[in-house]
């Protein structure tokens, strides 16, 4: 079951990235072709009666395509309908067109993590010891309950701390853990090579113990191996709102400085997941956790969202970038222009697909899997 419903959210947010152009397109009157979930060869098509446009579904399911009239300056179009053709129309109908697509995705991540925010309480880790993992390095050392005073100096529990103060601090410890680095590469059970120095509030009484963080393949870092305890925050509508903008902030600015890192940081790279991964981390997600899933479908659709916006043709975004160039230029920009252009979007695709699909095969037959638990 877990199959289908991942499979059902990767369609959805494709069908509605997709009925954003589609509905754009015929908002501002330009005439649709064809408008399928996944690409060809179509395994199903229809034409409602009396309606200009068919409907497919194809074999290959990678995505999916708005095919509107006249979207090559050089496609051979009927009189009858040259009027509506995609470059026959005024710029700004163009980009309404292409940016409808992006903007129904950011907008369905917003309203996603917005409705998750407001219906249910905030859970928000605090600098206390919820749990041991079996066989860890912070077993027989660290007990439930115990506060976090600092790790390595870095300040954690204090009383009077807000729910919102505690995350904070303990992203913050988290951090200090991960930057522990073991001797050479990271290997499955690699030991860092200096302990981390935990001092903790247990039974009314400071301890300051040392434990030795080992790499664990898959979170891909160093852990300790024990839970922070949570608590459930309410928040208003207004606030939710909030929340969901600033989060959607964080991930845009971590998106494009990630596909920036890869050109130079092999770890960056090692960090990137494919379809196949983002697919399987979804699916694994509902197995245990519906609502975690959700959020992850919701920066996913974000994550499309952005991408589809990077200045480079085949993306929507170089579609936007050239008809802002032929605004500028005052006429058409030649197809042989673009055709040369274009070729930098490609081969970015391209890199992209590859190193996320490497990953997502390394991955699955390595056994380490994709961090879910």
Known sequence: MSYLLAFAGFAALIILHEFGHFAAAKAVGMRVERFALFF????AKWRPKNSETEYGIGAIPLGGYVKITGMSPEEVIAPEVADRAYFRQPVWK?????AAGPIVNIVLAFLILWVLFAARPMQLVQPVVDGIEKNSPAQNVLQPGDRLVSVDGKPGYAPGLTPEQGEERVLALREQIGSHRCAGKPRQNCAATEPVEIVVLRDGERRTLQVTPRYDAQAQRLLVGFGFETRGVDVGVGEAAQLSVTGMWNVTTTTVES?????????ARDQVSGVVGSYEATRQ???????RAVSILA???LSLGIINLF?????DGGH???????????????????????????????FLFYVGLSNDIGRLSSGEGFGVR
């Open 94 to 98: 163009r980009i309404v067109v292409i």
């Open 299 to 301: 920066l996913i659709s």
């Open 259 to 267: 596909i920036v890192k890869l050109f130079y940081d092999s770890e």
């Open 311 to 315: 200045p480079f043709l085949p993306l």
């Open 320 to 350: 936007i970038f050239w008809a802002l160039a032929e605004k500028v230029r005052g006429r058409a920009i030649s197809l042989r222009v673009m055709e040369r252009a274009s070729i930098v979007g490609f081969m970015l695709v391209l």
């Open 285 to 291: 997600t509902l197995e245990f956790d519906t609502v």
């Open 40 to 43: 060809p060869p179509l395994i």
